[in-house]
C-alpha cells in the first residue's frame, strides 16, 4: 500500500504505531468529521451561519501545524459562506510582542484569507471578562485563593490521588469581591492571589480541581498598555472570547479534550447569549519537525538556526522565505485531512505537493553549484554564440531565451568522473555527452592539480551536432547543463535538508542530539546570465538540480542568494517509509 509521501488518495488507515501516533492515508471524504457536524447543523437549522475563529497567541511565529487550523476555520466558512475571526489570544503579556503579531497577520494573508473587519484581541474583552469573573464570585463559584504556587499544587493532588479544598474556598462572597477588587486596584505584587473557580477538588479531570481564573501581572501589555494588572487565564478567556464573538464551532486540537468539560462549565454557569460548541481534531505532525514554540525558540538562541524565518524552520515565514508556494501548504493540509487521531505525516508527502504545485508553472534556468571548468580547444578563442534554450519543455507556448556559449563553460563537477561505471552516461575521459540545447562535445584531456585533485577538462566539439538545427544524426546517451565561463554570474546558492535526523523528534531525550549537522550546505555556483534579473518572489527550476527561488532576505542585485526550495526527487523516501514502518 502506498505511503503518504506518494500523494495518493485512500482512506484507509496504517494502523496505530508503537508511539501511540497513527500514520493515515489520505482521506477522499471532502465533507471530513467537522464539515459533516457543520453540514447538519445548517441543515437542521441550528445554526443560520457558521462563525468560527483563529486565536493563536502572539508569543511566537506560526507553524506547519498552524496551517491545518488555519485552513479549517478558515475554509468552512469560505464554503458555507459564514464569517471567521482572527483573534489574538493576548492574555500573557510577559511572552507577547507586537513582531509576533503582525508576522501572524502576514501569514494567514500569504495562506489566502481575510478577516475582514474581524480582527480582534482577547484584550478587546478584558472588561467583560472581568465582569463574567464578578459574576461567578457572586454566585459563589469562585474564590480568591492565597495559597503560594507552591502550595496550590500540592493540594491539587495527582492523576492518581484526589486533590483537597484550600483553606481560602470558604471565604464569603464580600470578602471575595474585596479582595479581587484589590487585586484589580494593583494593591498585591504578582503571585500573592489568583481567582479560582470552585468546581471539585476530588474530580479525575485535574482542568476541573478549581481552576485559576485570574493571575497578578505588573507588566505592561501590548495592546491595552497598564490599564490591566490582572489577567485572565487563557481557558476563561477563551470561552468567554468565543461567546462574546457568537463563535457557532469553537475548533480545537486533541489537547484541549479535557479541557472541554470546564469550557462547558463557565457557559453552564454564566448563560451567555451564543452558546458555542468546541469540536477538536488532531494536530498536525509533520516527521523530522517539531512544533514546539519553546523548543523552536531555543533553536534560535542556541544558534543552530538564524532565526523564526529561517527557510530550514517548520514556521509559516521560514517556508514562505524558501519558496513554498501557499497553494501547495494548502494542498498539503487537504491532503492530509482533518481526523480525530493524532497522526505523522511523512515530510515526502509535503514536498510531492510542492513539486506538484511549481511543476507545470515555473520556468526552467541553468545554474552550476559546483563548478568544474570546461575548455573547448577547438573552438574559436573570441567567437560567442546564442543558443535558444526552452523555458518550459512542457509548454513550447512559454518560449526560449538567449543562451550565451563560449570556448570557457562550467559543467557540474559530478557530471565527470574519471573513472566512470558502464552505465555512467556523463562526461568521462574518451567520452562523449550533449549540452543542453548546445552542442556534442568528446573529453580528451583532464587536467588536475599537484594534490591529485581534476580542475578541468580539456574537451573538442562538434560543429555539426548544433541542438534544433537537424544538421547531424549522432546521438549519445548523456545530456548535461552548462554555463558560459565569460557570461556567468556569481551567487551563493544556500541548499535545506531535513534539520533533524530522526522521523519523530519528540520522542528523542534530547532533540538537540538528533539535528542534522548536515542541514544547510551553501555553494558558490555559476548562473545563466538571465538569473542576474530574476525577482524576489519568482521560482526557477534550476534543470536537473531542483526549485530555487531568490532569498527574501539576503538576497540583492549586487549579491544574489538563492535557496534551494526542494529536490526534483524525494532522496528520503525510502528511508523516511522504512522508519516510519519500524514506529
Request: aromatic share 10%.
Amino acid at each position: 500500500m502506498a505511503y503518504l509521501f506518494q500523494c495518493l488518495y485512500n482512506s484507509a488507515p496504517l494502523g496505530s504505531t508503537a508511539s501511540g501516533i497513527r500514520i493515515i492515508m489520505s482521506d477522499t471524504e471532502t465533507r471530513d468529521f467537522i464539515r459533516q457536524i457543520i453540514h447538519e447543523d445548517l441543515e437542521s437549522g441550528k445554526h443560520d451561519e457558521i462563525v468560527t475563529r483563529f486565536p493563536p497567541e502572539p508569543n511566537g511565529y506560526l507553524h506547519i501545524g498552524h496551517v491545518m487550523s488555519i485552513c479549517l476555520n478558515f475554509g468552512v466558512t469560505v464554503e458555507t459562506s459564514g464569517r471567521t475571526f482572527l483573534r489574538f489570544d493576548d492574555t500573557n503579556p510577559a511572552r507577547e510582542d507586537e513582531e509576533f503579531v503582525n508576522a501572524i497577520e502576514r501569514d494567514v494573508r500569504w495562506l489566502g484569507f481575510d478577516w475582514q473587519d474581524r480582527l480582534t484581541h482577547a484584550s478587546d474583552y478584558f472588561a467583560q471578562i472581568y465582569a463574567a469573573a464578578e459574576s461567578l464570585i457572586e454566585q459563589g463559584l469562585a474564590y480568591v485563593e492565597s495559597l503560594s504556587a507552591e502550595e496550590m499544587r500540592e493540594y491539587r493532588g495527582t492523576l492518581t490521588t484526589p486533590g483537597k479544598n484550600s483553606p481560602y474556598r470558604d471565604r464569603s462572597v464580600e470578602e471575595n469581591m474585596d479582595l479581587f477588587r484589590r487585586m484589580r486596584a494593583g494593591e498585591f505584587a504578582d503571585g500573592e492571589h489568583v481567582l479560582r473557580a470552585k468546581i471539585d477538588m476530588e474530580s479525575p479531570n485535574m482542568n476541573l480541581r478549581d481552576p485559576a481564573l485570574y493571575r497578578i501581572r505588573h507588566v505592561s501589555h501590548q495592546n491595552t498598555g497598564d490599564t490591566w494588572c490582572i489577567y485572565p487565564m487563557y481557558d476563561f478567556a477563551h470561552t468567554m472570547s468565543d461567546a462574546f464573538e457568537g463563535i457557532t464551532h469553537s475548533l480545537c486540537t486533541l489537547e484541549f479534550r479535557d479541557h472541554r468539560p470546564l469550557y462547558n462549565w463557565f457557559l453552564e454557569q454564566l448563560q451567555p447569549e451564543h452558546l458555542p460548541r468546541q469540536i477538536e481534531f488532531s494536530r498536525l505532525n509533520l516527521a523530522f519537525t517539531i512544533t514546539s514554540k519553546r523548543k523552536l525558540k531555543a533553536l534560535i538562541d542556541d544558534g543552530v538556526v538564524s532565526s523564526w524565518t529561517d527557510p530550514r524552520m517548520p514556521t509559516i515565514a521560514g517556508m514562505r522565505r524558501r519558496g513554498y508556494p501557499p497553494a501547495a501548504l494548502r494542498e498539503f493540509v487537504k491532503r492530509a485531512g482533518v481526523t480525530r487521531k493524532d497522526k505523522l505525516i511523512e515530510m515526502g508527502m509535503l514536498e510531492n505537493c510542492i513539486r506538484e504545485s511549481l511543476g507545470d508553472s515555473v520556468e526552467r534556468r541553468m545554474a552550476v553549484l559546483r563548478p568544474l571548468k570546461v575548455v573547448l580547444t577547438n573552438y574559436p578563442e573570441d567567437q560567442v554564440e546564442q543558443m535558444q534554450g526552452m523555458n518550459h519543455p512542457n509548454n513550447p507556448d512559454r518560449g526560449t531565451r538567449s543562451l550565451p556559449f563560449s570556448r570557457e563553460l562550467w559543467i557540474e563537477r559530478d557530471d565527470f568522473m574519471e573513472d566512470a561505471p558502464r552505465k555512467f552516461f556523463r562526461l568521462q575521459p574518451g567520452g562523449d555527452v550533449r549540452l543542453r540545447s548546445a552542442y556534442i562535445i568528446s573529453c580528451d584531456e583532464v587536467i588536475k592539480n599537484d594534490a591529485g585533485e581534476v580542475i578541468e577538462l580539456r574537451c573538442s566539439y562538434d560543429p555539426d551536432t548544433r541542438s534544433g538545427t537537424g544538421s547531424s544524426e549522432r546521438k549519445v546517451k548523456g545530456t548535461i547543463h552548462w554555463v558560459s565561463a565569460a557570461h556567468a554570474i556569481d551567487a551563493e546558492v544556500r541548499l535545506y535538508d531535513r534539520l533533524f535526523t530522526v522521523v519523530n523528534p519528540n520522542l528523542a531525550d534530547d532533540y538537540r542530539e538528533v539535528l542534522n549537522n548536515a542541514s544547510l550546505e551553501t555553494v558558490q555556483a555559476k548562473l545563466e546570465p538571465a538569473l542576474a534579473t530574476l525577482d524576489q518572489d519568482t521560482t526557477v527550476q534550476f534543470e536537473r538540480l531542483g526549485y530555487f527561488r531568490p532569498d527574501s532576505e539576503d538576497d540583492t542585485a549586487n549579491a544574489r542568494v538563492f535557496n534551494r526550495v526542494v529536490t526534483l526527487r524525494d532522496s528520503w523516501a525510502k528511508l523516511e517509509k522504512q522508519a516510519m514502518q519500524g514506529m
